[in-house]
């Protein structure tokens, strides 16, 4: 069995001032199961006051900062490229998912029972936490996703992914937006790497609380499930 001592935790960051340092709180009060925590910011270019708020922790995490918005997936591909940890998380820098729910996640690595975890919003559906559209796009999505790579996937959209650091080694990622989630799915399937998912509770944001994921991204997400299906 191998022997985690650390895991990293990537968080993007695209204009939340109003929830960044309520998530930091979130995130410190959790005891991802005894491993030593590296906290990563990645400012995506932030319009608001997100920049000058990460400013002020640089002197105890890792900050690191965009010129121009490029999304998200690009927010990640460069926490991956700066990740020290055994095992490396992903946390939306606004407060619709609980770190706290990630203990069954990492402690399932940490016992070798898989490779990489995916927390779902879909095992014990909270209807109430979604928009129709939204919830509609996710089970779209993940329909799509499971038909071309045979899987039985219940959320391949969802943010909360652990996964054992070697697994990322050598994955190049593409996708700049939100493709980024089925692309990584893709990857790691054809790595062979055991995925399970665990039921995470969530509460989704409006449009106007800061939503920020469209029909566009379901396009996009889409093209990504066929190109990775036959590409790397």
């Not at 927010?75 to 490396?88: E, N, P, R």
């Not at 692309?183 to 939503?211: C, D, L, N, W």
Request: aromatic residues 12%.
């Amino acid at each position: 069995m191998e022997n985690f001592e650390k895991i990293t935790v990537l968080v993007p960051v695209y204009n939340e001032e109003n929830t960044l340092l309520k998530i930091l709180e979130k995130i410190e009060n959790t005891d991802f199961c005894g491993l030593e925590k590296e906290i990563i910011f990645i400012d995506d270019a932030s319009q608001d006051k997100s920049t000058e708020i990460l400013k002020t922790l640089e002197d105890k995490y890792k900050v690191y900062y965009h010129s121009k918005n490029l999304g998200k997936g690009a927010a990640l591909k460069t926490g991956f490229s700066k990740m020290t940890g055994d095992i490396v998380i992903v946390q939306d820098a606004d407060l619709e998912y609980n770190p706290a729910d990630y203990k069954d996640l990492v402690q399932a690595i940490i016992d070798d029972k898989v490779d990489v975890a995916y927390g779902s919003r879909f095992i014990n559906l909270n209807l109430e936490a979604f928009m129709l559209p939204n919830l509609l796009g996710n089970k779209f999505i993940t329909t799509v996703f499971n038909i071309f790579f045979n899987t039985h996937f219940t959320d391949v959209e969802t943010c909360y992914k652990a996964f054992n650091a070697k697994f990322l080694e050598g994955v190049d990622i593409k996708s700049t937006s939100f493709d980024f989630e089925p692309e990584i799915t893709a990857k790691m399937i054809k790595k062979k790497v055991r995925i399970q998912e665990f039921p995470i509770s969530y509460v989704g944001r409006k449009y106007h609380e800061g939503k920020k994921v469209s029909w566009v991204d379901a396009i996009h997400a889409v093209n990504a499930i066929i190109k990775f299906r036959f590409f790397n």
